[in-house]
């Protein structure tokens, strides 16, 4: 009998032909469910970027008035509140996180100070205190080397930005002895910025605060011993002032006292306490003077009226005048 068995050669074909491809079909699921893995296993924080808004900031102080003889800690002035913001970016969607914002000046503190530190001045230093919005964590809050900020963010929409607002402001505080009369501001400590999230990524920003700075410190080198001084002025008759406008009669002598310190010359501006915009040599009467036409004028010696000027402090301050370098001790200014 002739046979051929081909069934056994047949089925070793399939068999074989269905191994390899199960092999394959397998070796392709491991590639699949790899990629999955991979994608599956890639950090959340990769989704995010931070920023930190508003940097860059520089100050400008006008006029620091500093009081005659003032105690190391005082604050002699304090600047409006600058505004910046944290900004951080959400990809991947609905997320949360925790951002930290690092506000850090790598200057020493002034001596006996934790968180004043040193301008170009001798003995005038700089304070920063932030506060932050709803969220956050800084609430007058000094910086003092370093400070975290710490803020809750989410965000359940597409590509979001979420801000959180914050503000700092700059505060002039006495650290010790200055000097007498008028000096430049000119530089101040750099505030260094970074942000990061707590899962890990972090940025290094710019400054919030460059270090520029301008302004004039004006220290008070005499204080007034005679507040309120009282002249009393002749009698004078309607005959004595009859050549009309411009008449004077009653001159009488009086002074005025400072108690100074040696090491500045001296400047005096004189106000009219009833209309300080007055910037004429006539004084304005009282509302309840009875006197009409006439006015009151003050001579500088006999023969120089005093331009009377604003309440204010300062190299340019109008119709003020120089009196002389300032003595150790006891100042008398005749008028």
Known sequence: MNSIYAIPTSSRKFSDGSRSRTQRLRYAMAMLLLVL??????????QV?????????????GVISVPMNAAPGTTVMKLASASFRGDCYFQS?????????????????ATGFTDVYPTNISGLGVRYTVDSGTGCDATN????????????VS???TFVHVYTPMSVTVSFVVTG?????????????????AVRIQSGLSWTKPAMYTGTASGTLSTATCSVQTQAPAVDL????????????GATAGRTGFS???????????SIVITDAVTPENRTNVLTLAPDSTAKGVGIQILRDQSTLVLFGPDAVGQSVANQWLIGASPDGLLTLPL
């Open 155 to 157: 965000a359940d929409g």
């Open 256 to 266: 005025l006292s400072f108690s100074c310190v040696r090491g500045a010359r001296v």
């Open 49 to 61: 970027s931070c920023e930190v808004l508003d940097t860059g900031k520089v100050v400008t102080a």
């Open 93 to 109: 969607l609905p997320a949360s996180g925790v951002l930290i914002v690092r506000l850090s000046i790598s200057t020493a503190p």
């Open 177 to 193: 002895i200055i000097n007498g009369g008028a000096s430049t501001l000119s530089s101040i400590p750099s505030v260094g910025t």
């Open 234 to 245: 002749p009698t004078v008759t309607t005959r004595a002032l009859s050549s009309g406008i």
């Open 37 to 46: 893995s991979a994608l599956v296993a890639s950090p959340a924080h990769a």
């Open 141 to 152: 809050t000094p910086i003092a080397t370093s400070l975290d900020i710490t803020c809750d």
